[in-house]
């Protein structure tokens, strides 16, 4: 296979596996990816597993025929692809094997030897040149183990990405990416988040046309979805709406219970819900279920003083791959002393931002009158904001949206009659109770403030905490004027018509201008209030909020001059221009302190 003129592939596919790393069920196998660059000098990337020794050296002499390599390079020292180095290392004894020092070290571990005097040590921004090709290494410790380097070639434009962006399933089985490559993720890499958070920064400043990994497809068209993936993954983001239910049952009364609970959240307007039981399911599944969706619901009995050992082993799997960012409940069941909700809370409470449900489901032997109310009351709670969310089912007037006004973060939304548009606020404020009245000011520098101007409508979206940068990112640092802040999102719409977010929200409302008052710089719009909705319970998200948690740190290390207080921007000089506005955040002088 030709993955370019001068990339060649020669890994093989393995249909003999049934366990992968012996414990992930593998039932279309797996690819072991290998890839030989062809130039002036001949580098081959990675080895594959041990029983594929012939068929690999096989593929690699018909490629290359009386030409000998010059080098292998080993970015990953896991056996199923650092297998045949010493095979390959003695059937090519003109090699130079080029790799990290801990891979290095390693090789002593696995083979007995480093091939002292036939390797070449490389580390973070070395290069080695081929010819024609040049490649550049980069450390990606614990991506996943601590040795690893990847390797990106700048004439072509690939990453070697090693067991990044990698999926179970062999190359000759055709079968969706995202759902092997998930269940891949959150298994081999789910623990190190921010490792990969760190190389996928690195790997910003690339200009990468093909990611080849060291399992699964080649990757080369539309880069940004398997990027945009990796993003969410790694941050511990949810990537869709859903609740996940994982339980056990003995006798079938949790079960049932479970199922009784499933067909109220469906009722309830909840996208999509995923059950396992944990004594049957694939384990692998119900923790990428567990990681791909907003919400679990664990329910199970209590046995031995303690919990059922599926359950405690779904709960460990997922707190040492750092499960967080979730909404969880709890249902337990127990004849004579419950303690299943109390343990599995115990098992959670160091994860962080870990939203605990409010309501707990007690079922003492088989469902009740009691037990059978907390289910609604549960099924209510966390569907409050799917409930909300859809026309048909919302409270159109629920004014206790107005208590989550504070001195916080918003994204209004407007229309400028091609394309919806949203941008970041701090100002609001409400102005009069009788009749309720809401001032909101923007800068007359933001395309949304003609527009509103124009329309006489908008929708004030109340951020809450679980909002990540990402949000601030899109509706604050670009302009609506030229991009289209909604075209990766699906958003739902209020009764005028207007956008609001699906998720990060806890509440919107619908305002329609009654009055303009001319600030200047600014313009001041009071409204009143035609539509309000709470979409959840969690808390607005303030100002203060944001710069503690949730604005990444700025890079000012080594750096004279000052920072955006607002999105991080550094401007390096001895003084700062008063007409400054920040490239990113659009934010003027006021906004930037001196970088100390």
Known sequence: MDITNDIKYVGVNDHEIDLFEGQYDVPNGMAYNSYVIMDEKIAVMDTVDARFKHEWLDKIGA??????????????????????????????????????EKALAMMRQFFGTDFEGRNLVIKEGDTLSLGTHTLSFVAAPMVHWPEVMVTYDEHDKVLFSADGFGKFGALDVDEDWACE???????????????????????????????CPLHGPILKENLGYYLG???????????????????????????????????????????????????????????????RYNKLILATTTY???????????????????????TVAFIENGSWAPLAAKVMKGM?????K??????????????????????????????????????????????TALFNIGYGLYVVTSNDGKKDNGLIVNTVSQVTNTPNRVAVTINKANYSHHVIKQTGVMNLNCLSTDAPFKVFEIFGFQSGRTVDKFANCEPLRSDNGLVFLPKY??????????????????????????????????????????????????????????????CGYVYEGDELPDDIICPLCKHGAADFEPIE
Not at 348 to 352: G, M, R, T
Not at 527 to 551: D, F, G, L
């Open 229 to 291: 993936l990796y993003k969410t993954w790694s941050s511990y983001e949810a990537e869709s709406e859903g609740i996940v239910i994982a339980y056990t049952s003995v006798y079938g009364n949790t079960k049932k219970a479970v199922d009784i609970l499933a067909d109220k959240l469906r009722a309830k307007g909840c996208p999509k819900i995923a059950l396992h039981d944990l004594a049957r399911t694939d384990m692998a599944e119900a923790v990428e279920d567990a990681f």
């Open 348 to 352: 959670l409470e160091n994860s962080k």
């Open 354 to 399: 870990l939203t605990f449900a409010n309501t707990t489901v007690k079922i003492l032997s088989a469902l009740n009158e009691e037990s059978s109310a907390q289910l609604e009351a549960l099924a209510e709670e966390l569907c409050c904001d799917y409930i909300a969310q859809h026309t048909e089912t919302a409270d159109k007037n629920d004014l």
């Open 505 to 566: 929200i806890n509440s919107f409302m619908s305002l329609k201008v009654e009055q303009y008052v001319d600030l200047d710089t600014h313009g001041m719009f009071i409204c009143s209030i035609t539509e309000a909705r709470v979409i959840s319970k969690v808390e607005t998200m303030t100002y203060t909020y944001y710069q503690k948690n949730v604005k990444p740190k700025p890079d000012t290390e080594g750096k004279k001059g000052f920072v955006c207080k607002v």
């Open 304 to 326: 031995n003083a303690d919990i059922f050992p599926f359950m405690r082993e779904f709960i460990e799997h997922l707190t040492e791959r750092n499960y967080q960012n979730r």
């Open 63 to 100: 490629l290359l025929g009386d030409r000998q390599p010059d080098y292998l390079i080993v970015q990953h020292m896991e056996p199923d692809h650092s297998a045949n180095i010493a095979n390959f290392m003695q059937l090519y004894p003109g090699v130079t094997v080029v790799a990290s």
């Open 181 to 211: 490559a998930r269940r891949y993720y959150f298994g081999i890499v789910g623990k190190y988040g921010v490792q990969v958070q760190k190389l996928l920064k690195k790997a910003e400043g690339l200009d990468i046309q093909t990611i």
